[in-house]
């Protein structure tokens, strides 16, 4: 998190990740039933792009809309990373917003597919190599 909490990114060690039953039961108690389906198609193509090996995951990152386009992002992704190719590891994340690609495409995340389902817009796993790999 940036010390004036414009921004903040969540960064999942190896080894971590979402607790899927407690979200699912979240889900079922407060999605439309009418979502259901491609919420979950969401969910199951997310789990197919989502990288085996250990890695580091970003599931969100985020800067407030008045403070967007001053490098706040750009500053959140260089910290994290630094730790990432530290420990000479892999790093994933989807991206929901087009115009944030360019920002992981800088810091040598590539697009590895679309994700879509339904009515839901696309969105955009993305992979980054260990440094040097």
């Known amino acids: 998190m940036t010390s004036d909490m414009s921004g903040a990114a969540l960064w999942l060690p190896p080894g971590f990740g979402a607790d899927d039953d407690q979200l699912n039961e979240l889900f079922e108690l407060t999605v439309p039933e009418r979502l259901k389906p491609e919420l979950f198609e969401m969910f ?17 990152i985020g800067v407030e809309t008045r403070s967007q ?16 190719d530290s420990e000479g590891l892999p ?43």
């Open 91 to 133: 790093a994933y994340l989807e991206s929901s917003n087009p115009r944030n690609i360019s920002l992981y495409e800088r810091f040598g995340f590539a697009v590895v597919g679309t994700i879509k389902a339904g009515s839901a817009p696309p969105m955009y796993p993305m992979y980054r190599r260990p440094l040097g790999g």
């Open 44 to 60: 199951d193509q997310m789990a197919a792009f989502h990288p085996k090996e250990s890695h580091w995951y970003l599931p969100m």
């Open 69 to 84: 386009g001053k490098g706040i992002g750009a500053k959140l992704m260089r910290h994290a990373l630094e730790r990432v």
